[in-house]
């Protein structure tokens, strides 16, 4: 059974840089063709998608978010990471990782998600 | 707005039958068999209740059933269970630089 836990600062200050790890489990981040995404979903909102890396590395983004946002994998380890540069109060929101299939485009796997509040 | 558009919320009885709608555009829903369904309940993980229209994951009810028609997919629950009381939203692949557009959820009350 595969699972993905977010970890990372539960606060964040406005113009800083948000980065979260997600840890998986139960499988390797390197095999098989999956995409390792983000997506979040603000207090009463609808979930926004962030971006995804594929197992090879290579990466999309959100185009209203591209310029701010980086994420990368770290097979070593086992997770994949985003930070998110030039944040503000918008930015506050449940903060979930996912497994995509590539193939089907569902995501299988979520983690719990982690609250990200951007304030001074 | 979400990309995807649902109802805020529905409600039904035990052992009565809903569906959620969702609607998005030719170049989502329309042009595409990648639709997915997704079950929230509160400080939980969402978790995959139909993928690619119609198709369930093992272990998924088969009181949980997928359709589309045009623009639109539906999420239906027959024999609605108390269990059953959750937030509901939908996914689809869209055509062009985002390629994975979300619904604004719709909350299920069992009555």
């Known amino acids: 059974q595969v699972q993905l836990q977010e970890s990372g600062p539960g606060l964040v200050e406005p113009s800083q840089t948000l980065s979260l790890t997600c840890s998986v489990s139960?499988?390797?981040?390197?095999?098989?063709?999956?995409?390792w995404s983000w997506i979040r979903q603000p207090a009463g909102k609808g979930q926004e998608w962030i971006g995804r890396?594929?197992?090879?590395?290579?990466?999309n983004y959100n185009p209203s978010l591209k310029s701010r946002v980086t994420i990368s994998l770290d097979t070593s380890t086992n997770q994949f990471s985003l930070k998110l540069s030039s944040v503000t109060a918008a930015d506050t929101a449940v903060y979930y990782c996912?497994?995509?299939?590539?193939?089907?485009?569902?995501?299988?796997?979520w983690g719990q998600g982690t609250l990200v509040t951007v304030s001074s | 707005q979400s990309a995807l558009t649902q109802p805020a919320s529905v409600s039904g009885s035990p052992g009565q039958s809903i569906t959620i709608s969702c609607t998005g555009t030719?170049?989502?829903?329309?042009?595409?068999?990648?639709v997915s369904w997704y079950q929230q309940h509160p400080d939980k993980a969402p978790k995959l209740m139909i993928y690619?229209?119609?198709n369930r994951p093992s272990g998924v009810s088969d009181r949980f059933s997928g359709s589309k028609s045009g623009d639109t997919a539906s999420l239906t629950i027959s024999g609605l269970q108390p269990e059953d009381e959750a937030d509901y939203f939908c996914?689809?692949?869209?055509?062009?630089?985002?390629?994975?557009?979300f619904g604004g959820g719709t909350k299920l009350t069992v009555l």
């Open positions: 996914s689809s692949y869209r055509t062009g630089s985002t390629p994975v557009v």
């Open positions: 139960g499988g390797s981040i390197s095999s098989g063709s999956y995409y």
């Open positions: 996912a497994r995509q299939v590539a193939a089907y485009l569902q995501f299988d796997y």
């Open positions: 890396i594929y197992t090879s590395g290579s990466t």
């Open positions: 030719s170049s989502d829903i329309g042009g595409y068999n990648y």
């Open positions: 690619d229209v119609s």
